[in-house]
């Protein structure tokens, strides 16, 4: 893998990286909170054949978009520029707040610059995944894509907490489908 270009994103704070990798244009978008470095990587899914061997779906009555979509993998960034060796991300207090909120700023970067028809992604679920969690992972990706408002209690207080905001602009839908086990999402215009 080689870094075809390099640039700092002034607006959003991030540092973007262009490479090529299976074939398939990527994105690295580097971030710091909290002491960790965080890569955002977005592997352009142009071919819709492609799209689907990897195992993703469109939602039911929406055709694949012209414009093609956008593969959305997020990790520690070790630095290595090695993709695929995948960790499980660690938050404390409000560090998973503006964590996730930084991955949304680049994929709003990336939307807004490429033009992408949406993107996808694949949580993962269960297991070593959600230990010490409050809520899975997956619910938390329901909350922030706006697919779940119920109203949350406090595990301690049983008061209740406030209901959290979607993180996509309006232009953007969240569409979820469960295949295997898996909860995979699709973010569209």
Known sequence: MRIEEEEYLDDYRLRRKKFIYD????????????HQ???????SLVDEDIFTRIGYEMPNG????????????????????????????QFAGLGSAIVLQTVSLALISHFETFNVGGFVF?????????RGRSISLE????????LKNEPRYNQH???????PR???????RAYKHVVEGRACYAILS
Do not use: C, W
Request: no cysteine.
């Open 23 to 34: 074939r398939r244009v990527h994105h690295s978008y580097v971030f710091s909170a909290g």
């Open 37 to 43: 470095f965080y890569t955002v990587i977005v592997g």
């Open 62 to 89: 929406i055709p694949f978009p012209g414009n093609g979509m956008a593969e959305v993998y997020f990790d520690v960034f070790d630095g290595t520029d090695i993709s695929g060796d995948f960790r499980l991300v």
């Open 122 to 130: 694949q949580a993962a679920a269960g297991g070593v995944v959600d």
């Open 139 to 146: 619910e938390t990706y329901d909350y922030i894509f706006g």
């Open 157 to 163: 207080t049983g008061l209740p907490k406030k209901i």
């Open 166 to 172: 979607s993180l996509l602009p309006e232009e953007l």
